[in-house]
């Protein structure tokens, strides 16, 4: 682009000549340096007030069952590979606000962009990603893969209704069959013995909902017209949320329970009292319990 180009003149005499642009402002890398680390002190305190900085592993809530540390585990490094990544990106993008923001007598540039670049921003995140997804086979298959669950013939069953907006649990009883006259129900509290494998069956009458254990880590979906098989063995007594983990109605939010986790004696005693008092806590009729008669 040479001085005496007359479109460069912006309006002055195209006769005389056009002054040479004024060079870029030389760039302030200090300044750029001294604000992002202004940001990211920023967003550290917004973390260290919200106690998350001072108490990493308890982002999760308190694990208590067999499979809540491998979960954690995987929870663990997966947040700081992505969370390395978005710091990365979030810090090249603040950089380049402003190393590359409006100067007078800057110019545009176009660009078909880097082909190279784009391969390797895709190609790098695809084999991570793939190598996640390895990865995690393992713990995922221990908790979810039918043909992995323990092979336990003393395992505790329950029985897990959703409906709108309530928790129904079922327990077969001294007999050990579903559907006959000494099952024991309760409405929204699942009592089970600390230590010992528990299959619950996962049905829902109305709505999808999703039952979420989350001290246990375990969370799953309830289709309508199935039954879904889950497992887990809490090694921690005490009282624990019952979550439903999907938007299933207006009442979605109260549609919880509590998970009691007891020593085998104290549950055999709770379920001889359910027993006496059969029939007062669940208003499920027993059509709607009928379709697990087998
Ligand atoms: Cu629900």
């Known amino acids: 682009m040479s001085h005496a180009d007359p479109h460069d003149s912006h309006g002055h005499d195209a006769h005389a000549p ?3 642009p004024p060079p870029p402002p030389a760039s302030k890398p200090g300044a750029v340096v001294v604000g992002f680390l202004v940001l990211l002190t920023g967003e550290l305190l917004v973390l260290w007030q919200s106690g998350i900085l001072g108490k990493i592993p308890a982002i999760m809530p ?5 499979y809540s540390a491998a979960v954690d585990r995987l929870f663990y490094v997966i947040l700081g590979i992505t969370g390395f990544f978005l710091l990365l990106t979030e810090g090249l993008l603040v950089y380049f606000c402003l190393r590359y923001r409006a100067k007078d007598g800057g110019r545009a540039v176009h660009t078909h962009g880097n082909h190279k670049l784009e391969l390797a921003w895709t190609f790098v995140p695809g084999v991570i990603l ?59 509290e ?21 039952f979420w254990l989350p001290n246990v880590r375990l969370k799953q979906d309830l289709l309508s017209g199935q039954t879904i098989r889950q497992w887990f063995n809490c090694v921690k007594t ?27 004696e104290e549950f055999q005693a709770w379920l001889r009292d359910q027993k006496k008092e059969f029939g007062e806590h669940d208003p499920l009729t027993d059509k709607q319990w009928k379709f697990w008669k087998d």
């Not at 699942?190 to 999703?210: A, E, G």
């Not at 019952?242 to 549609?255: D, F, I, P, Q, S």
């Open 130 to 188: 793939f190598g996640l997804a390895v990865f995690q086979t393992g713990v995922w298959g221990d908790i979810k893969f039918q043909g992995r669950f323990p092979d336990d013939k003393n395992a505790l069953k329950v029985q897990v209704l959703g409906k709108q907006f309530e928790w129904h649990f079922r327990y077969a009883g001294e007999d050990g069959v579903f559907g006959t006259a000494d099952d024991v129900t309760k409405l929204a």
């Open 18 to 20: 056009a002054a040479a």
């Open 238 to 264: 005490g009282k624990f949320p019952v979550v439903c983990a999907e938007l299933c109605g207006n009442g979605h939010t109260t549609m919880g329970g509590v998970l009691v986790v007891e020593s085998e």
């Open 62 to 66: 308190e694990g208590i069952s067999t």
């Open 190 to 210: 699942l009592h089970v013995p600390v230590n010992r494998n528990v299959f619950v069956y996962l049905h829902t009458i109305d709505v999808l909902h999703s």
